[in-house]
Nanobody, 127 residues
Framework: QVHLVESGGGLVQPGGSLRLSCEAS????????VGWFRQTPGEGREGVSC?????????YYSDSAKGRFTISRDYAKNTIYLQMNSLKPEDASVYYC???????????????????WGQGTQVAVSS
């Protein structure tokens, strides 16, 4: 009953853009820190960008994401987004959304278990 459902992945040329979406069902994201993670070799995950809940507007961006990606959320739609611009081949991965009742830093740096994970959406960057 509780789900995070992602969409927006696909194939894009280097320098292109994608907008990832993650809609929550069965619960409200309002008071959760939420964010985006990418799959790493060996089935690990690393934080790309995270944003705090209604009481905390803090954001986090990885060094590679900063200046190119923008995280946002729509409380009315219970949805978070990742606008990805100037995409590079090294950005290609499976991207997951996640939520945790914690600080932005704790979420994005994976300090402890995540409350909710999305299923992942594939991002491919190729000419």
């Amino acid at each position: 009953q509780v789900h995070l459902v992602e969409s927006g992945g696909g194939l894009v040329q280097p320098g292109g853009s994608l907008r990832l979406s993650c809609e929550a069902s069965g619960f409200s994201l309002d008071d959760y820190a939420v964010g985006w993670f990418r799959q790493t070799p060996g089935e690990g995950r690393e934080g790309v960008s995270c944003i705090g809940g209604a009481s905390d507007g803090s954001t986090y961006y990885s060094d590679s994401a900063k200046g190119r990606f923008t995280i946002s959320r729509d409380y009315a739609k219970n949805t978070i987004y990742l606008q990805m611009n100037s995409l590079k081949p090294e950005d290609a991965s499976v991207y997951y959304c996640a939520a945790r009742s914690a600080t932005v830093q704790a979420l994005c740096q994976l300090w402890g278990p995540i409350d909710y994970w999305g299923q992942g959406t594939q991002v491919a960057v190729s000419s």
